[in-house]
Structures are given as C-alpha cells and as structure tokens.
C-alpha cells in the first residue's frame, strides 16, 4: 500500500533553534517528493520538490535530502524563525499512476516559541 | 500574478443539503485538483480535472463530483452531506499534472 509517515507528529523549538523534520513513504513507483508549508488556516505553500536524481534541494532556510533507496526524506530547518510555526507536508507523487497520483503524510506541526 | 481563489471561503450546511464549491486556478494553469483536509486524515485527494476532463479520481463516494469549465475554473459538488464532510476543501492549480501545484486558501465547510 502506497503511505507516507511523517514524524514527529509535532514538535516545539525555541526561535533561533534547527529542526529536522522526517518523511518515510512506500510510494512505488516513485516519480518526485515535494515538502509543503502549511499556515494555519491556509492553503500548503509549495518549499521544495526532488526528483529520483536529486538527493538535497534548498528554499533558503529549509533544505530537504532525499535518499531513495532507503525512501527516506528530511527537512531541515535552520535558525528558526516565529513565522516557521506551521504544518509541513510531506507528498511523494507516483509515475504513471492511476486514481491516486500524489500521496500525502499526515503532516508534521512545528511550534516555533520565543 | 494572481494566485488560486476559492469561493466561498466558509459554508455552513445542514445534513442532506447540498454544496457547490468553486476554484479559480491561476492564469494559464489547465489542470486543477481538489483535497479533502480533515484534523484526522490529513490531505486527500478527490479528483483533477484537465482541460475540461477528469484525470484522476480518489477513492470517494459518488456523492462528491466535480467539473472543470472551459476557462479552466472548477466546481466541485457534495450531494446529500453528512456530518463527516465537515473539513477544509483545498484545491490546487498546476500548469500540468505532475508538476508543481499552487493552493488556493480552501473553503471550511461545516455540516450540522
């Protein structure tokens, strides 16, 4: 069954702080991994998307790894900032796939504090 | 460049009733998806539609449906709801499928 795990479920850091975020999928076969940022109570903003052949991708202050044999993903976070609180989403998109091209994680919530 | 709307941005229904909710995608972005996001479930998918065709089709009841207009603006409907409809619908433009898609702000439906 095609999944992705996220982890941790949520998390809490000081401002100033790193942090890395966890992203484990089944998804086969695999086409891209893309990280959202989600604000509360808007829609996911788009941070990085990887392919098979990319196994890091920098936005500014978040980095993502891939590796794809293993099928483990990562998001780094670098001197947080208070505006970082949000849900991160972890979405692998499956080649040539029929009902259900994009599979989503559950999400991990970061709580970023003074 | 404007981003996705969606209208409205909250709705609040009654169980049996039926909604009607609408995206406008970005300029010149032909294929649009829409997501179901609930606190326990996550983001889900429920179809995409391009140019004017559905494409792809999670695994919802009949109940919802969707169609894509000739501007590239979609609506998708719930018939007959239930109380587990409540959540946020999300819908997303890209270009083309597979590429990177643009969130519109959703619509939080709430059915009593």
């Known amino acids: 069954k095609n999944q992705v795990e996220q982890s941790p479920q949520s998390l809490i850091i000081l401002e100033g702080k790193n942090c890395t975020l966890q992203?484990?999928?089944?998804?086969?076969?695999?086409?891209?991994l893309r990280w959202y940022k989600q604000d509360t109570g808007r829609g996911p903003v788009s941070l990085t998307i990887?392919?098979?052949?990319?196994n890091t991708k920098s936005n500014g202050r978040y980095t993502a790894t891939l590796d794809a044999d293993t099928k483990q993903s990562s998001l780094h976070i670098t001197a947080s900032q208070l505006s970082d609180s949000a849900s991160y989403i972890c979405?692998?998109?499956?080649?040539?796939?029929?009902?259900?091209?994009?599979?989503f994680g559950k999400g991990t919530r970061l709580s970023v504090i003074a | 460049k404007a981003g996705v709307t969606q209208t409205p941005r909250y709705l609040i229904k009654t169980r049996g009733q039926q909604v009607t909710l609408s995206c406008s995608p970005i300029?010149?972005?032909?294929?649009v998806s829409w997501y179901q996001q609930t606190p326990g479930q996550g983001l889900q998918f429920l179809f995409e539609?391009?140019?004017?065709?559905?494409?792809n089709k999670g695994n919802f009841p009949g109940r919802f449906s969707g169609r894509q207009f000739s501007n590239s603006r979609s609506e998708m409907n719930v018939s007959t709801l239930e109380l587990g409809d409540s959540a946020l619908y999300l819908c997303?433009?890209?270009?083309?499928?597979?590429?990177?898609?643009?969130f519109g702000p959703g619509t939080r439906l709430l059915v009593l």
């Open positions: 997303a433009s890209s270009l083309a499928g597979g590429q990177t898609q643009y």
């Open positions: 992203c484990n999928y089944t998804v086969s076969p695999f086409s891209n």
């Open positions: 990887m392919t098979f052949s990319e």
């Open positions: 979405v692998v998109s499956q080649e040539n796939s029929g009902n259900t091209p994009l599979v």
């Open positions: 300029s010149g972005h032909r294929s």
């Open positions: 539609y391009f140019s004017e065709t559905q494409r």
